[in-house]
Structures are given as structure tokens and as C-alpha cells.
């Protein structure tokens, strides 16, 4: 009886476990009506850009003798083919262009033709191509773009497109389910979903964004891709994800649909987006900082500095004031400011709280357009290093070991120039346009006259083997 009663129990909880097993099933979403219904609107993008290179033929230069072998190792490495050309004498044929191309994910936004993606998909690129669900493709035009939301806005030349529906990125809610398609490492079409895991993230380099942050799978050629709710509605525009190995880690980030809708007015109406300014550097406010000011809480943007004649100036901001509130806005973090203030217009009239020697005040002010000179710290440095490449003096060790006098090391590519001309971190410059490189500041000179779309010569020293290569900067 005891074993018989054992053996009930036993298949009590198996089939309750089973039960349970099955419930739990049904609760969780099928995806399958919404990717057939929203996959025809998604689309591949593939750009080309031009770059400068060498080719040759095979084979030792006998005018190298013979470590040419080796020469020609580094030149392969360095461009990708061989340098010399060893059944012409050793003569080097003239450079001439090669093609390299991008991949990412973008999506249908109007029947006519105008498609959503990430500006860093197409940044650089001379030709867009785009492919459609169907397989045909188009060449895309640029209508606008907005480095600062990481948004372009694409038309192609069709009708009667098939197209997503965008919903409101406002309504989210962490733990809500959702759902990207795009085309990681080239693999159209996959589909990864996820919850949603918070929203309203700022992160250090996208001030102008409150990302919505996501625990769905996101890999190289998802950029640009759409995140959808359960309704089968684009709640987010798949842009970045946190890794220290380079794939995907579990956190990845999305531009919120009301924020990317914003910009795409913009761009369809001026091709540019104009934000409101107010003219202040600020910094979070942490415990320390609170007690010293006499904060009851750490909470607010601490205003760093004032920028002259700027709108925070002229209404008489200060450096160490601290912004509680702006337009109505409670400003916890001093990474929400600046996306609430690049959403409203110039002209616009606001109240803004700060905090003064240990009182709160409210401050009128009008807000302005942001003048074209007013630049991020990392836009001037790209503007002013016109090589997209940051350098140093070359240590003394290793230009005694170089046995050179002066040039530059590549301490970091930036990209677009320097990336096209095939630079890379550890080169070190010797010559340019002809001018023997004396240092860090003596480069700069130099860069600065070279013209543009005209290549000149740069020599450069790479694992100990000089070599010159022609240099082209574009417009």
C-alpha cells in the first residue's frame, strides 16, 4: 500500500510539474504573426566608399635584394596586397581605388520610399544600397542626418512600399517584451527578442538621447534596425551595445521612437535638425558635491561654466549654480538636461530652478538656436585634426632604435581619413607633403595646408620598415 501510495505521489507531481511546464509555455509570446507581418518593411543596408591602395603582382624587387620577401610581408599587411610589381623590373603600378563595404539594418517608414537607420551605418559612404525583403534593391539618396541621435533619414525612388507602424516609446516599461529584425554579420532577416530593461538611459557620449535599454541579442548589421512591442509597433531604433568583447554581452541600447520620430520631421522638412541652446557645461552632482553646496540630496546638473553671450548668460546663470528643475522638469541626473532642452525650439520661454547659496530661485529665460560655432570638444578635435588621427612625439627609445630625429606616432585612429589611407595605432610618421616631421605641434602645421583631393607623400614606419604612401584627404 505504501509503495503504491509512493508511486501516486509520485505521478501527482510529475504530472502537475508537466502542468506547470505547459501554463508557463502558454503565457509566453508567439512572434511568428508579427515578423511575417513586419519583416516585408525591414531593410538591408550596404554602403561603398572609396579608398586609396596599392597592387602588384607577386614576387621579390630586386632592387631591395634580398629582405624584399619581407618588405613585401609588411606592404601586405599594411594594404592588403603586395606592393611590387617583381615581373616589371620592380616598378610599382600607380594607386588606384578599391571599394569597402558597410553593412547594417534599416526600416520603411511612408509607402513612398523614406527609410530610418542609424547615421553611423551610412557615415562616409559614397554610394547606399539598399535591399528589400522581396530582394530588390535601391540606390538611396540622403534626405538628412543627425549625428548627435546617431539618425539618417534615406529615400529610394519607389511606391506602394510596405511599411511599419510607429508606436510610443514613452508607454514602455521594463519587463515588456520586444523584439528586433535586422541583419547581424549580413544574416538578413534574424529575429532576437527580449524584455525591456530600463528606459531613460544616458549614456556619457549621447546626451541627446534617453536610450531605452534592452536585454535583446544585438550584433554588427543590426544598427539601424527596428525594436517592436508585442503590437507589432516600432517602439526604438537599434543603435548601440555595451561590450568588453567586442560581440554581444546582454545590454544593448535603442534611440526611443518619439525621439527618432522628432528628428525625422526635422530632416524631411530642412535636412537638418535645429536644437534650442542654452549655453552651459554641467556635471552630476555626487554626495560630496551635494554636502558641500548644502544639498539635502545629491540631485541636479551643477553648472561647471557659463558660456559668453549665451542664453544661461544672459539671464544671469552662474558657474556653481545648481539646475533642479528646468521648464517644469525635475532634473535628477545632469544627463537629463540636455535632451530636454534639445527638444524644445528657440524662443521658447522657460522657468528654470536652480539652487544659489543654499536657497532655491527661479530664473526667466529665452532659449536660442544653437550657433553653428558652437562645437562638442570631440567635433573640434576631429575638425582641427583634419587626418583623423590623434599622435605624439615619438619616444626617445624608440626613435633611437628607429634612428630617426623628430616625427609623430599614431597613438589613436579617429577614422575616415586616416582609416581609408590604411593607418593604423603604432605607425610612426617621418614626412609629410614633402616637410620632414619635427613633432607633435610641427605635424599639425603641416596638416593643416595639405589640400584636399589631392594625394601627397607621407612616409611611415611600420614593425621598422619605411615606406611612403600616397596620402588623400576628401572632402
Not at 348 to 377: C, H, W, Y
Not at 402 to 419: W, Y
Not at 461 to 469: A, E, H, K, L
Request: net charge neutral; proline share 5%.
Amino acid at each position: 500500500m505504501n509503495r503504491l501510495l509512493k508511486q501516486i505521489n509520485i505521478g501527482a507531481v510529475s504530472v502537475f510539474m508537466m502542468f506547470s511546464m505547459f501554463a508557463h509555455a502558454a503565457e509566453l509570446p508567439d512572434f511568428t504573426k508579427l515578423v511575417e507581418k513586419a519583416s516585408p518593411a525591414v531593410v538591408n543596408i550596404s554602403t561603398e566608399q572609396m579608398v586609396m591602395t596599392k597592387t602588384a603582382a607577386e614576387g621579390n624587387n630586386p632592387q631591395l635584394g634580398p629582405n624584399s620577401q619581407e618588405l613585401n610581408e609588411f606592404f601586405r599587411h599594411f594594404f592588403g596586397q603586395q606592393p611590387f610589381n617583381g615581373g616589371n623590373g620592380g616598378e610599382s603600378q600607380a594607386p588606384k581605388e578599391r571599394e569597402r563595404s558597410s553593412l547594417g539594418s534599416g526600416f520603411i517608414i511612408s509607402p513612398d520610399g523614406y527609410i530610418l537607420t542609424n547615421n553611423h551605418v551610412i557615415d562616409g559612404a559614397d554610394v547606399i544600397h539598399v535591399r528589400l525583403n522581396d530582394r530588390r534593391e535601391y540606390t538611396a539618396k540622403v534626405i538628412g542626418t543627425d549625428s548627435r541621435t546617431d539618425l539618417a533619414l534615406l529615400k529610394i525612388d519607389a511606391k506602394d512600399l510596405p511599411t511599419v507602424k510607429m508606436g510610443d516609446s514613452d508607454k514602455l516599461k521594463a519587463g515588456q517584451w520586444v523584439l528586433a529584425i535586422g541583419s547581424p554579420f549580413g544574416f538578413d532577416y534574424t529575429v532576437t527578442a527580449g524584455v525591456v530593461s530600463a528606459t531613460g538611459r544616458n549614456l556619457p557620449s549621447d546626451n541627446y538621447v534617453p536610450f531605452i535599454q534592452t536585454d535583446v541579442a544585438i550584433n554588427p548589421g543590426n544598427s539601424g534596425g527596428p525594436l517592436f512591442d508585442l503590437d507589432g509597433e516600432v517602439v526604438g531604433i537599434n543603435s548601440q551595445i555595451y561590450t568588453r568583447s567586442g560581440g554581444f554581452m546582454g545590454v544593448s541600447f535603442a534611440i526611443p521612437s518619439k525621439v527618432a520620430m522628432s528628428v525625422v520631421d526635422q530632416l524631411k522638412a530642412n535636412g537638418k535638425v535645429s536644437r534650442a541652446w542654452l549655453g552651459v557645461l554641467i556635471q552630476d552632482v555626487n554626495s560630496d558635491l551635494a554636502e558641500s553646496f548644502g544639498l539635502k540630496r545629491p540631485h541636479g546638473a551643477l553648472i561647471s561654466r557659463v558660456m559668453p553671450d549665451s542664453p544661461a548668460k544672459k539671464a544671469g546663470l552662474k558657474s556653481g549654480d545648481i539646475i533642479l528643475a528646468f521648464d517644469g522638469n525635475k532634473i535628477n541626473h545632469s544627463g537629463e538636461l540636455p535632451y530636454i532642452v534639445g527638444q524644445m525650439k528657440s524662443g521658447d520661454k522657460v522657468d528654470v530652478e536652480v539652487f544659489r547659496d543654499g536657497k532655491d530661485k527661479t530664473i526667466a529665460l529665452s532659449l536660442e538656436s544653437r550657433p553653428d560655432n558652437q562645437k562638442t570638444l570631440e567635433q573640434k578635435k576631429q575638425d582641427e585634426n583634419r587626418l583623423g588621427m590623434v599622435v605624439a612625439d615619438v619616444p626617445a627609445e624608440l626613435a633611437k632604435r628607429l634612428d630617426i630625429e623628430g616625427g609623430v606616432i599614431v597613438k589613436q585612429v579617429i577614422g575616415g581619413t586616416a582609416s581609408r589611407n590604411g593607418l593604423a595605432q603604432g605607425d610612426v610618421i617621418t614626412m609629410l607633403n614633402g616637410q620632414a616631421i619635427k613633432g607633435a605641434e610641427d605635424f599639425s602645421e603641416i596638416a593643416k595646408k595639405i589640400p584636399n583631393d589631392r594625394s601627397v607623400p607621407m612616409r611611415v614606419i611600420r614593425d621598422g620598415y619605411p615606406m611612403f604612401i600616397p596620402f588623400k584627404i576628401t572632402k
